[in-house]
Structures are given as C-alpha cells and as structure tokens.
C-alpha cells in the first residue's frame, strides 16, 4: 500500500463520513438487534430454568440442553456461508427471525397447554441455533452494504456494546420476568423481541448488491471451499483467526473456573456472584463505546494486536484476588479483559468485513467462526481439566496469560507494519 493511499485512507478514518445516528436504515438494524439481544440473555435465564424447575431436569439434561444451543455452529456453519453467499442477506434475516419467532413461541404455548417436555426444549434449542447461525453470518455479511466502511468500526462499536448490555441487563431482566410471569412466560419476551426485529428489517430501505451469477460447475461444496481458502490463504486474515482462537480457548478456560474461584477459593456468598461479574460486562460496554475513538486515533489496523497486547495485559490481576477487599480483584481483571476483547472484536470483524470481497462475505464470516468458536468448549474442558490437576487458582493464572499472549499471532504478521486496514484482496482461484 503506497503512502499517498496510507495518507487518504487516514484522513477517511478521521472524517467518519456522516453520523451513523442520522442514518435512519443503521438506527433500524441497530434497534432491532437491542430488542432481540436482550430477549436472547432473558432465554439464556428462563430456558435452563423451564428445564430444572417445571420438567425436574437433571444436571446432564440441562448441560446437553445448553450444548444443543450452540451445536449448530460447529455442525452447518460453513454450508451456511455459502448459502448465505447465494441469497439476500437481508431476506435471510427477515426468515429467520420469523422462523425463531414461532420456534420460542412454541414453548409458552405447550406450557400453557400442559404438553411442554424436555424433547421440545431440545429441538427447540437446535432449530433455534440453526437458525442463529444462518442470521448471524447474514448480519455480519450485510452490514458492509448497509454503512460506508469507513463507519465500520462506529457501526460494529454500536452492535457489539448493545451485545454487552445485554449481557449486563439481561440476566438481571430474565430474573425479575422469571419472578412475575414464570419461566414459560419470560420466553415469551424472546419470542416478541424476534417480531420487533422483523419490522425492524423490513422497515430498511437500503438494498444491497445482488449476488454475481453462479458458474455451472460450482458447487455448494466448490463454494466452501472457496471460502476457506480465502481465509487461510490471506496472509493477515488467518493470523487474526487463530488469535481469536487461542483467545476464545483461554477464554473457555477462565469461564469454566471462574464460579469455583469465587464460591470455593473466595468464598463469595453465591448471590452475589452475579454483581461481582457485572464488572465483565461493564467492561465490554467501555470497549464498545470507545473503539472507534481509540482506532481513529491509533489505527484501525494498528488498534488490532494493541488491544491484545497492551490493553489487555493488566487482566491477569484477576488471578490474584484474595478473600475479602482482594475480590475486587478479579471483576478489574474480567473487566480489563472485557474491555480489550470488546475493542480486539470490533476492530478484527471491521478488518475482515474490509478486506473481503462483498461475493465471499457469507463464506468469510462462517469459515471464522466455524474455527473460533470451536475453540472455547474445549477451553472449558481444559480448564475443568487443569484446574483438577494444579488447582483453580494456577489454572486461572495459565488461563488469563494464554488469552494475552493470543495478541502474538496478529503482532508478527504483516498487520503492525499497517496503520489502517486495506481494500479487499483479490480472491485465489484453485489451480487446475
């Protein structure tokens, strides 16, 4: 990239463009998405309760009810990219938030009916992930025609602080509806937030590009693997996928270990476990809000390893908290690393949304987090692992260290000779 386009492209960052908040079609896709996350961390609440309390759940059923939730992603996300390549994004949205709309709603109505069981909750719980994964690869596929891409970094700020509130509010919200309306009835929340999102969608006038015409010889199987050869053959790209990996690993490891650190190694009265997490989610919310400040002034390309390498090295004081004042500790720490892996996040997804050609989005977003998040059940199993073997507190300390030396893929790579990111690259075609 010459100096002279260094210098337009820096001077494009710093202008902005116009104001993501007069720009009616983002306030609709970004008002939608609120309602619909909050309603997604209520189910999170009321789904594991409905299980345990009204159908006397065992442990492994609801474990085997949470894993049916995320199953979809590791079984069809990367047939999804595809498909999602061929199609509308925004169509696909609107489907499935109908198609989720009446999936939840089928469970306050069973309730109601006395006929509610477990063998509802899960396919319930897999309809509804296959319908996530389809709706998410969309979403991050389709924003990229909906804002110019200087306003990526503003847009994904957005998005992902309306994420983090949700995980602030949400459980606090599924809580107080559980206790008025029962389990049953707090998913009906959910079920109506997919409506607000509908209308919301619709309500968009903007509509982007259609996709090119498939050649006769392609396959939904070619087209996979045209995807997956874009990611592992950028030479920045799948540096950042296995940073997000090894970070979503760690992650994994410090999430299954945190509760017992607090209850058995602390010794916080489980009550308030919830408040003392809260500092996590403040945290994102921060990273959200200012990242598109700090990349502006730093670098949307520059931001990526800093926030990794710099922003988040002070987590590991998380490992360190004690009983009493000490506990204050590890909600900094969990904040601290929020806050970096929220700025990380939307500066990385802004990067892959810039450099992707708009025909390979779809296959772009699902190859990534086909790979990332199947990192993060392992990360618990190794941690649960570790934490038998050398014990809570030294398997945190490996789990908070691991997840900063992540930043090292995207530091040695050609992505810290970069200020701001660049165009697309042209896609590699298979050799015959």
Known sequence: MTDVANDLQAAGMESGGPSLWRQRDFMLLWSGQTVSEMG?????????????????????????????????FAVIALPAGALVDRGAKRSIMIVCDILRLLIIGSIPVA?????????????????????????DVAYQSYLPSLVRTESLM????????????????????GGGLVAAFGAAGAVTA?????LISVVSTIGIRTREEPPPARRADETLRSQIAEGLRFVTGHRILRRVVACTATANL????????VMVFLVRVLHVHPALTGLVLAGAAVGGIAGGVFAGRLARRIGSARI??????????????????????????????WGIAYFAAMVYNVAQVSYRQSVT????????????????????????????????????????????????????????????????????EPVPTATP
């Not at 159908?55 to 894993?67: D, E, I, P």
């Open 40 to 72: 997604s961390a209520v189910t999170e609440i009321a789904l594991p309760l409905l299980a345990v309390v009204a159908l006397k759940a065992s442990t492994f059923q609801v474990g085997l009810l949470t894993a049916a939730t995320t199953a979809a």
């Open 111 to 135: 309730a109601a009916l006395g006929h509610l069981t477990m063998t509802q909750l899960y396919i319930v719980a897999v309809a509804a992930g296959v319908c996530t994964v389809f709706f």
């Open 154 to 173: 503003d847009a994904n700020g957005k998005l992902g602080t309306t994420s983090a509130f949700a995980q602030l509010g949400g459980p606090s919200l």
């Open 190 to 194: 959910d079920a109506l937030s997919y």
């Open 250 to 257: 760690f992650t994994g490891m410090s999430s299954a270990l």
């Open 304 to 333: 990526i390893w800093m926030s990794m390498l710099v922003f988040s090295a002070p987590q590991v004081v998380a490992a360190a908290a004690w009983r009493g004042w000490g506990v204050l500790l590890l909600p900094l720490g």
């Open 357 to 424: 050609p708009p025909e390979l989005m779809g296959r772009m977003n699902a190859a990534v987090r086909w790979v990332v998040w199947g990192t993060m059940p392992l990360g618990s199993i190794l941690g649960g692992t570790l934490g038998t073997l050398i014990g809570v507190r030294p398997a945190l300390w490996v789990a908070f260290i691991g997840s900063w030396a992540a930043g090292w893929f995207v530091f040695c790579s050609p992505l810290r000779h970069l200020r701001d990111v660049p165009g697309p």
